[in-house]
DNA sequence: CACATCTTGAACTGATCAGTTCAGAATAGA
DNA sequence: TCTATTCTGAACTGATCAGTTCAAGATGTG
């Protein structure tokens, strides 16, 4: 069982990222994340960094994965906005549906425990939420909102889309979730015919 | 020191409700809440029961309190339901910009730990959040919205609700708080126009 | 075979946690 | 004054926590 890597650092830092964002930082232990990536205790410590770090290396893989795909689902919204909006919350609706993935959001869970949270750790979660909102407030322009629209708009719809991560955990069905970005996405569509 | 009851009740449990409220229940000690409500430790466990069953009557004061402004807010739907929403939105903002609350929200942050909370912590926040619901579509009905818009409406309103308190603790500015609510108020004054 | 590399399990430290108990101090009312 | 009630501080249990260290074992490479 040695001379060799003998696990994947990706996959382990993936399953690390899941634990996380199922339990949060606070109620994951070193042993729950040591039973999570089935590396001992010693290893995550040598080759992953202590707990504090581990935790922004995830916060990181998270931003990294799915603000691809949030950029994908907004590529289109030049030529169709509205188009790229709804792809924009697909990308959660669709996170949320997968069983393999937990509800909710790593995100949004890590915005919610700042005050007991590291500054550092804290300052990457404002960050990420920030990203998203830059993300939109882009893509909304250049689907040819104005400026003020698009600034409402882009906030709205980041905060909508962090909503989807409590309703999913509070138990909320598909077809409500569906309902509450349905309202977002008309109103987006309102503006635009303005 | 003793013969009589020394301390309030309700002050007691209005100090412990902020506690949970601001640092949730894991980061929550009973030394945290012996601190807070000014208690002794022995004080806490005899006359407000162990953690779990303390939690508990915070949410229930959380969701008691705060329940009654929201449909003080919503009581004017019938007649001015624009107005109304506005004003249900309102009671979260000036909770949030008040200095001496906890931003966030004590639903919110339960909501979002449920994977690792008791069935009972975790019924009463899903309760709450279903009893928010209800309220909004009541008086979305009662002001002239169809039953499927007043159902869309209210999920919605409710999960933007839910919204701030991440927004809030993410450091989101008065302004953009604002304009999120923005969106969804203007939303509901385009459905009452068709 | 020998060595460098990797992995493991176990242990230990110092800290915090919830829950519980209890003796004693303080006090109000009879 | 006597007594019932209330409060306090301290202690203890059994558990978990993060962080760290290390010796022993396993394996691939040269």
Redesign the interface.
Known sequence: MAGKKQFDMDTALDAAMIQFW???Y??TSLDDLSRATGLNRSSIYSSLGDKDTLFLRCLDLYAARYGEKYDAALSCAASEPVAAVRAFFDVTLERIADPEL???CLI??T??????LSPSVAAH??QA?GFQRLRLRAALKAGGLTDQEA???A??A???N??????S????SPA?LL??V???V??LS?ALRA
Chains 1, 2 share one sequence.
């Open positions: 199922r339990d949060g606070a109620d937990p509800d909710g949004a869970q915005a919610m425990a700042i005050p007991v979660a404002k939420l600034e409402a708009l906030v709205h980041a905060a909508v962090q909503s989807l991560a409590v309703m955990r509070a138990g909320a409500q309902a509450i349905g309202v977002t008309d109103a309102q």
